[in-house]
């Protein structure tokens, strides 16, 4: 992809502090950059959820970005189909911002078709944890779950399974005692399951507000504060 490629190690002022603790006494891993680096000091919300989200969650995936992006907050999350991309859609789309975390490296990042339209980079950054050249693997795309994790003053669930690796960030949350929110459903199934799993150790419910009938973004709203 074009642009400036920028290194941030772990003695950069521009490294993520709460990647530290993710990582406590492992070796901090070095982050290969495109973008506005400068996302990564403004307060930001991380997406996880399934590549095989219900209609349902996308669109709730939707409806929270752009909330977001228009309040000046910025979205983070993987490059999936699914949670993710439509993630990234709604914030560019609403004229916000978004930070991309890769499982692979720079070198094989393109960006998608459906995003191609709104992409920006003073309003995008690439992140990746892995050597230019590095391809895609399972184990991978869990670990950069940390990061996405990391760099977000708040973690949201949208849809997690039972397993897998949007189960594997929330617990990430969790553990690091960093704020997770998961959205809670009328009816639970094979796409949600993992949000019950979640709630019972911990997470926080994020429905929808009564008067509005939009989602309470209200309660995400005092840890936005600052970065």
Request: hydrophobic fraction near 40%.
């Amino acid at each position: 992809m074009s642009g400036d490629r920028y290194s941030i190690d772990g003695s950069s002022s521009a490294y993520p502090d709460n990647l530290r603790r993710v990582y406590g006494g492992l070796a901090l891993p070095l982050l290969r950059a495109v973008g506005n680096v400068n996302l990564l000091r403004r307060p930001a919300v991380g997406f996880c959820g399934s590549r095989k989200a219900s209609e349902r969650g996308l669109e709730v995936a939707s409806e929270l970005a752009a909330t977001l992006a228009e309040r000046g907050i910025v979205v983070a999350s993987g490059y999936a189909k699914g949670v993710d991309t439509r993630a990234h859609l709604a914030a560019l789309r609403a004229g916000g911002a978004t930070i991309v975390s890769l499982p692979e490296g720079l070198n094989n990042f393109r960006v998608k078709r459906e995003l191609v339209e709104y992409w920006d980079e003073q309003q995008t950054l690439v992140l990746s944890q892995y050597m230019d050249e590095a391809v895609w693997r399972a184990d991978r795309a869990m670990e950069r779950n940390k990061v996405i994790v990391a760099i977000s003053n708040v973690t949201i669930v949208i849809e997690a399974g039972a397993t897998g690796g949007t189960l594997d960030a929330g617990m990430t949350a969790l553990k690091q005692q960093m704020p997770l929110f998961v959205v809670t459903y009328s009816d639970e199934n094979e796409t949600n399951e993992g949000n019950r799993i979640l709630l019972s150790a911990g997470a926080m419910r994020l429905g929808r507000n009564p008067k509005t009938g939009r989602a309470n973004i209200e309660r995400l709203l005092p840890y936005l504060e600052s970065r």
